[in-house]
């Protein structure tokens, strides 16, 4: 299970951040990371992660915005985001899927587990 906290209401220049804490999932040989979806859109990834380590990835558009963490002792991933614009306004969703050893995407249909979502909407 994956659980999301955080996101909520930002200006324009503004910063939020977004956790998710896994319960009851095997945290080993996974990517997590987040993806958003807004009204009439298809959801995209933005960020993931190899929780053994290794670079990120990052869609184009949040690039230098966003910066993603985790913390391995609380099982949690958070994403810390930046300069946001009302372009980042959707609804964001926390996913883990195992990779191996291989490194991670942002391929949707690659993650099997899913959080309910939290709400990032900005304002300009």
């Known amino acids: 299970q994956l659980v999301e906290s955080g996101g909520g209401a930002a200006q324009a220049g503004g910063s939020l951040r977004v956790s998710c804490t896994t319960f009851?999932?095997?945290?080993?040989?996974?990517?997590m990371g987040w993806f958003r979806q807004a009204p009439g859109k298809e959801r995209e990834g933005v960020a993931t992660?190899?929780?053994?380590?290794?670079?990120?990835v990052f869609a184009d558009s949040v690039k230098g915005r966003f910066t993603i963490s985790q913390d391995n002792a609380k099982k949690t991933l958070y994403m810390q985001m930046s300069s946001l614009e009302p372009e980042d306004t959707a609804m964001y969703y926390c996913?883990?899927?195992?990779?191996?050893?291989?490194?991670?995407?942002?391929?949707?249909?690659?993650?099997?587990?899913w959080g309910q979502g939290t709400q990032v909407t900005v304002s300009s």
């Open positions: 996913a883990a899927g195992w990779f191996g050893r291989a490194s991670c995407n942002l391929v949707r249909t690659d993650f099997e587990y």
């Open positions: 009851g999932l095997t945290y080993s040989n996974r990517c």
């Open positions: 992660m190899h929780i053994e380590g290794g670079s990120p």
